[in-house]
């Protein structure tokens, strides 16, 4: 049964990949830019990876340097997240995802943070401003 919710889009682009859920705010520099593992001690998704999942976050913390470059390392070893779901965008996150390119939606309907599971298969089009659970 796949289920549709309503979003809104900051970044534009169409992305289907496994969900990854973060409790905690993402310091992309933090992430290893060969494996996509988080790395941060005492980080909810310390060990996990983002590379090519939908990464599901409250919102990024560090300076704008950090920020930009850990995602930029990413990309070159192809390990960015494949989309983004933020709850608290910030301007240098935002920047990012468009400049390198990768779907970036916000104010999702709150019932899909009530349904969403860890490895969900989910289909974001952002210019549609829709997520579907696949």
Sequence with gaps: MKKV?????????????????????????????????????????????????????????????????????????????AAMIVKRPETVLVTSAILFEIPMVDKVEEEFFNVIKEGDLIRIDADKEEITIL
Excluded at 7 to 36: N, Q, R, W
Excluded at 47 to 75: E, H, W, Y
Aim: charged share 25%; glycine share 8%; proline share 4%.
């Design 5 to 81: 919710f309503k979003c809104h889009k900051i970044s534009e682009g169409v992305a289907e990949a496994e969900v990854t859920i973060s409790k905690d705010d993402i310091m992309f520099y933090l992430i290893d830019p060969k494996t996509g593992i988080v790395l941060e001690q005492a980080h909810d998704m310390n060990g996990r990876t983002v590379s090519n999942k939908v990464l599901i976050f409250p919102s990024g913390k560090g300076s704008s340097v950090v920020q930009a470059d850990g995602l930029f390392q990413l990309m070159k070893e192809k390990n960015q997240p």
